[in-house]
């Protein structure tokens, strides 16, 4: 099945610290999307992409997708203790509107 | 505005025995609707989804099932439980070219 590479695993940072975490593809994507979850809840959908090079934020967060269409990243500034959660990254193939393709997840710990 | 509701939020049951399990969506109409796995601090396992009424797909196989008896509605059904069935199970709806939003899930343990 299709695979999508999501780095870092996890990171420990200390609060006020910025955070970078990326996925990557070898197939091109129509739709990059960037989720949250917290232990024992359903990911929580913080940014939505769907054309290459665009540049979108959400408060401190701020996400891009990739210019070659099969990358993306995501940017957390200024990270504060409620951020903590796992970090998914998912995305649709172009020519398939059906299924999304998911990241392993980043396991975000900050240290206030 | 949407919301999307999954039922029961958690459940213990014994190997063995059926399961069902309910999903429904509201504030939209013909949306895609997906079933997920989550083993415990891992990724999300795609085990099912359905683009229309009575039309479900397969990713994984397994002894679970899906049906879709209304627009939304999603079920996730097993005649035998195993163990591995033991995860945090995540319904989610789309429309197409759109976003994906997830529901509270429910944690399934068999034991």
């Known amino acids: 099945g299709q695979q999508l590479n999501q780095s870092p695993q996890s990171m420990f940072i200390q609060e006020g610290e910025d955070v970078s975490m990326n996925c990557t593809s070898s197939?091109?994507?129509?739709?990059w999307l960037w989720y949250k979850q917290e232990p024992g809840e359903g990911p929580v959908l913080l940014i939505a992409?769907?054309?290459?090079?665009e540049l979108t934020s959400n408060g401190r967060l701020t996400a891009q997708f990739g210019i070659t269409r099969k990358d993306s990243f995501l940017n957390i500034s200024a990270s504060i203790p409620s951020d903590v959660g796992i970090y998914f990254c998912?995305?649709?193939?172009?020519?398939?509107?059906?299924?999304?393709?998911f990241g392993s997840g980043t396991k975000l710990n900050v240290k206030p | 505005s949407q919301t999307i509701h999954q039922w029961p939020a958690t459940l213990v049951q014994p190997v063995g025995s059926p399961l069902s399990l309910e999903c429904t969506v509201e504030?939209?109409?013909?949306?895609?609707l997906y079933w997920y796995r989550q083993a415990a601090g891992r990724g999300l396992q795609l085990l099912f989804y359905?683009?229309?009424?009575?039309?479900i797909s397969s990713e994984v196989p397994q002894n679970l099932s899906a049906s879709r008896p209304q627009d939304r509605q999603f079920i996730l059904s097993s005649k035998k439980l195993l163990l591995s069935d033991s995860g945090f199970y995540l319904c989610?709806?789309?429309?197409?070219?759109?976003?994906?939003?997830f529901g509270p899930g429910t944690r399934l343990t068999v034991l």
């Open positions: 998912a995305g649709q193939l172009r020519g398939n509107f059906n299924k999304f393709y």
């Open positions: 197939s091109i994507f129509n739709t």
């Open positions: 504030g939209t109409s013909n949306p895609n």
């Open positions: 992409l769907y054309k290459a090079g």
């Open positions: 989610a709806w789309s429309l197409a070219y759109n976003e994906q939003f």
């Open positions: 359905s683009v229309g009424i009575g039309q």
